[in-house]
């Protein structure tokens, strides 16, 4: 396989991964803004700063994953993407959520292949 094959499969996998993300929560975006603000009860965080990000989150899931899959402005998504999951290990560290913190660094590492391997992204709309 070749590594821009390789490559599109990573970044489509993504972008279903985090377009998925999105579109469930977006569905129920108070239950889910709701329900995040439930878990950061415990954290230093102001809950309407919770509140907020929790009404965010699904959009920019929904965004960077789209923007993944068709292969569009992909370093932009990249980076959102990895910036994303750094404000996620942020928040999932001031309730002590190693867990999801495991999950979150496994996401960190394939954002590094995709940003460091930006030039195998070949079967994409930035290429045409």
Known sequence: MSKNTAYFFLRVSMGINLLGHGMVRIA????????MMKSFEKS?????????????LPFLEFTIGLLLVI??????????????????LFGSS????????????????L??????????????????
Do not use: C, V
């Open 28 to 35: 129920k975006l108070q239950d889910f803004a709701s329900g």
């Open 71 to 88: 292969g569009f402005k992909t370093r932009i998504a990249n980076m959102a993407g990895a910036s994303l999951i750094l404000m996620l």
């Open 44 to 56: 230093w965080l102001p809950q309407p700063f919770t509140h907020t990000f929790g009404m965010i």
């Open 94 to 109: 001031t309730i002590e959520n190693w867990e999801a913190m495991g999950i979150q660094m496994i996401y960190a590492g």
């Open 111 to 128: 954002f590094y292949i995709l940003i460091s391997r930006i030039e195998d992204n070949y079967f994409a709309l930035d290429r045409k």
